[in-house]
């Protein structure tokens, strides 16, 4: 429970860091909208844990991070509701889509990484 709490905590610091960071780097001219899901990622790997279910909810936060951060950034000029932009998020463009789904790739794959595998095994 400790090793949860941890990894989650850890995944909401980097999140918060990697959103206001976007936001950075874009009012200098870069579009990274791989740092929010990265550094969820980041975050949430600082820790090990036990659970691939909890890799698997940090790569979806991350994923729903990019998606509102993209959002927050650039709403559609028709309608700017969060709902009408997931359900239009087609029509964004192949970079958008690539680096939101890197990132959410990224908020799974390091958590993932330090899964401890030696505490799985049965003995």
């Known amino acids: 429970m400790k ?8 995944a909401v610091v980097g999140g918060v860091l990697g959103y206001f960071a976007f936001f950075w780097m874009r009012r200098r001219g870069f579009y990274g909208l791989i ?8 975050g949430a790997g600082v820790a090990q ?6 890799a698997v909810v940090c790569g979806l936060l991350a ?7 993209e959002w927050q950034y650039a709403p559609f000029r028709k309608d700017d ?17 690539m680096m939101v789904a890197v990132g959410g790739v990224m908020g799974f794959w390091i ?6 595998k030696t505490e799985n095994r049965k003995t």
């Not at 090793?3 to 850890?10: C, I």
């Not at 740092?35 to 980041?42: M, N, Q, T």
């Open 35 to 42: 740092l929010p899901g990265g550094l969820l990622g980041l």
């Open 3 to 10: 090793r949860t709490f941890l990894v989650l905590a850890g």
């Open 111 to 116: 958590p993932y990484r330090r899964n401890d």
């Open 63 to 69: 994923t729903a991070l990019g998606l509102f951060t």
């Open 49 to 54: 844990n036990r659970s691939t279910r909890l």
């Open 81 to 97: 509701s969060l709902s009408y932009f997931l359900l239009h998020v087609h029509e964004l463009e192949p970079v958008t889509l």
